[in-house]
Nanobody
């Protein structure tokens, strides 16, 4: 069984930065694809970014501000968030899929983290 544990989020002012991490334990592979999703209050969970072995994908609203990276030795994925905006406030979830494409479809992901709150103040 695979478990994903996310780092704590936090409160940051608009324009600031925050880095999230998510570590996997259990039987994983460096070929798996990582994903990040978020859910704002009153909204459905949405795709943020994904990273396969060779490709990354971002939703338009975070392009140029967020960067996803991975450390296969540590079985960890990171989400560097810069130039944060109040509309980035949400619970952020990491996810892992047994597949090689950085897809945005939540159904494609097999394992999920517990979620962590990110609040951006104006």
């Amino acid at each position: 069984q695979v478990q994903l544990v996310e780092s704590s989020g936090g409160l940051v002012q608009a324009g600031g930065s925050l880095r999230l991490s998510c570590a996997a334990s259990g039987r994983t592979s460096s070929t798996y694809t990582w994903g990040w999703f978020r859910q704002a209050p009153g909204k459905e969970r949405e795709f943020v970014a994904a990273m396969s072995v060779s490709r990354t994908s971002y939703t338009d609203s975070v392009k140029g501000r967020f960067t996803v990276s991975r450390d296969n030795v540590k079985n960890t994925v990171y989400l560097q968030m810069d130039s944060l905006k109040p509309e980035d406030t949400a619970v952020y979830y990491c996810a892992l899929r047994v597949g090689v494409a950085p897809v945005a479809d939540q159904i494609a992901y097999d394992y999920w983290g517990q979620g962590t709150q990110v609040t951006v103040s104006s």
